[in-house]
């Protein structure tokens, strides 16, 4: 879907092919100019299936599948990210989520945040958004 703002900008917000139809009101991302803005992403396979009582690497490792994903339908990639936000239920997993980052990211090094929460949507151990170039 494509929407004109008052100031000849247009708004674009896509869904990924490789991912389930996401379930409520939003899209996998939005794209502005030649900024991709992606929507948090949880540990939900390409078929629905929440994956929240998976072991946490396995929940994580679906997490970064879905925003490459993400990233491949708005034409972008990792080596574009800008910023990504996590937010984790329990800190402890901390070690492991960033062990699991770093080999997925590379040597390219987004600005990130970290959040600690107290619950996530489907009772998922993680939570990513991002914002990319494109």
Known sequence: ?????????????INSPE????????SHACVHGNTVYLSGQLPVDPDGNVLADRPFAEQANQVLFNIDATLRAAGSGRDRLIQVRIFITDMAQWPE?????????????????VAGVSELHFGSALEVEAVAGI
């Open 1 to 13: 879907m494509k929407i004109e703002d008052e100031r000849g900008g247009a708004v674009s917000c």
């Open 97 to 113: 989520f960033n062990r699991i980052y770093a080999e997925w990211i590379g040597g390219h090094r987004p600005a990130r945040i």
């Open 19 to 26: 991912l389930s139809t996401p379930g409520g009101h939003y």
